[in-house]
């Protein structure tokens, strides 16, 4: 079973935030450069204090065939597009349990989605070396 989570990160305060407390959890507020207020969960106290962040692409957390479980980015901002994503890579780890495919398959199977620039440069660059 597969889930999906946004990241989240703590980053140093930023400067000339405005510190102040609402339902008992301390927020940071602050204007960016040319931008709009942005307004964060503040974590830590004194010089310790810094700012969560969540991540702006989904995460999904999935079992992988050899029992192991790997954090994967899909690379959406859209909810409903990242599982999407996430159920195509359980079912593709689903094939490699049910002995359909082998992981190797699956590898190679990714690599013929690349550009033809791309494996071109490669050859290029392998020929070259």
């Known amino acids: 079973m597969a889930n999906l989570f ?21 927020f940071a507020r602050w204007t960016p450069r040319g931008g709009k207020p942005k307004t ?10 810094r700012i969560q962040c969540e991540s702006g692409t989904w995460y999904c957390r999935v079992r992988m065939a050899d029992g192991s479980r790997l954090d994967v980015s899909t ?10 994503r996430m159920t195509a890579l359980e079912n593709e780890q689903e094939r490699i349990k049910a002995g359909v495919i082998t992981a190797s398959e699956a590898k190679t199977a990714k690599h013929g989605h690349r550009a033809y620039a791309d494996m ?4 290029t660059q392998g020929m070259a070396a």
């Open 40 to 49: 964060a969960r503040v974590t830590g106290d004194g010089d310790a204090a």
């Open 6 to 26: 946004k990241k989240r990160t703590t980053r140093p305060l930023p400067t000339g935030a405005e510190l102040f407390t609402k339902n008992g959890e301390r």
């Open 120 to 123: 071109v440069a490669d050859f």
């Open 75 to 84: 690379g959406c901002r859209d909810k409903s597009a990242a599982l999407a």
